[in-house]
């Protein structure tokens, strides 16, 4: 071995891999066994090499989560060549998906849905991006969840569909749009209220919240279901 030994070798080869992944080395792939760096570094007991590539992998993660906030497509594209995992999660449960829906940035949620995003991951306040669009009323949004396998029963915090968070806001294109699947009309959140009843509630009596009324009636919705307090 040269001056220092082996060890001095161990951290010449550390230093080189920390500087390809720097420079933007893609740690997935794989040689013609189909083995990642990362597997054979754990394979070979590389513990100091192994954890270089595990903190690029969250580093990549939480890199995509930004970049589809705030609607860099192209570092996106960047990130999952280089192996960013759509489905990482931040601290608050936030995916990159997630991020994007908030946007309603149509270009984005297309090349996430495509890598494999889930449309029904939930952060830790039970928002996704299919429960996302149907609050802010993105009906393109909608339509490309629905596409993309969205669970109409799914709840938010409140133990609400879709449904009662749409009519509760008077999108009269999204109750449109959800009145087309199997969604239940009738359900019950945590406040006692179906959809019928947010809509009448918690809207303003206008043109909008009135179509809403008449969608849900028009649907089967039980004008007769009491809220809790009877």
Known sequence: FPPGG???????????????????????????????????AQARGFKEIEQILLATATALDLQIIHAAGTGDLEYVRQLLAQGASVHAQDATGKTALIAAAYRNDLPMVDILIEAGSDVNKQDKTQQSCYLISTSEGYLELLQRTLQAGA?????????????????????????????????????????????????????????????????????GADVNLADSNG
């Open 6 to 40: 082996e060890s001095d070798i161990s951290a010449r080869h550390q230093q080189i891999v920390q500087l390809l992944v720097d420079n933007g080395a893609d740690i997935t792939i794989p040689d013609k066994n189909g083995v990642t760096a990362l597997q054979h």
């Open 151 to 219: 669970n109409v029963h799914s709840k938010d915090s409140f133990n609400g569909t879709g449904l009662i968070r749409a009519a509760d806001r008077g999108h009269v294109e999204i109750i449109r749009e959800l009145l087309k699947t199997d969604i239940e009309i009738d359900h019950v959140n945590n406040l006692g209220w179906t959809a019928l009843l947010e809509a009448i509630i918690l809207g303003d009596g206008g043109t909008r919240h009135t179509e809403v009324v008449q969608l849900l009636v028009e649907a």
